[in-house]
């Protein structure tokens, strides 16, 4: 499939036409993302688009239109059985790529899906003490350093020592 994309990409470069094949455009936009992103929004950024293919019917990029994004939202909905913050997030990576191929203004504010942010599961100390007593030692060290910190997983993987202020009782994030 993928030498059928480049050679209508390039059957279309020789007949001086400026659309791009949305399959072509998807793949080479995900070669992108995999040279400049981490490994989780490359993920993130494929089954997304992988599912707006699914979806769109249009050839071109070019040829997208607000129905197509539309339906897009409904299909992850109906057919895919996503979260409305799922929804969201795929259809925000799609006008990510959009936008990156200079197709813009297809939708209004009121067409994006919607979702209600949840409040955050509160863990009682009672809940905490046994979630840690079944850590192994290391397991609790790195459990420990999430909670009392509130740095997030990337956060924790760049911490070095020289961020860590024990006199003081402060970790920075740098």
Not at 7 to 20: L, N, Y
Not at 85 to 96: D, G, H, L, P
Not at 100 to 118: T, Y
Request: charged share 30%; proline share 2%.
């Amino acid at each position: 499939e993928l030498n059928a994309i480049n050679k209508g990409v390039a059957v279309m470069a020789e007949s001086g036409d400026s659309r791009v094949l949305l399959r072509a455009a998807i793949t080479e936009y995900l070669e992108d993302v995999k040279l400049s992103k981490k490994p989780k929004t490359l993920s993130a950024y494929t089954i997304a688009l992988q599912y707006f293919a699914e979806s769109c019917h249009a050839l071109y990029v070019q040829d997208v239109e607000r129905r197509d994004l539309l339906k897009f939202a409904a299909f992850l909905r109906d057919k895919k059985g996503q979260s409305p913050r799922s929804v969201y997030n795929k259809f925000e990576s799609v006008m990510t790529f959009l936008k990156a191929h200079k197709v813009r203004d297809l939708i209004g504010k009121n067409d994006w899906p919607r979702f209600v942010e949840e409040e955050p599961e509160i863990y009682e100390k009672d809940e905490l003490e046994q979630f840690f007593n079944t850590c192994t030692e290391e397991e609790r060290i790195w459990f420990e350093f999430f909670l009392m910190t509130g740095e997030r997983e990337q956060e924790v993987m760049h911490t070095y020592w020289s961020d860590v202020n024990l006199q003081h009782a402060t970790v920075r994030v740098s």
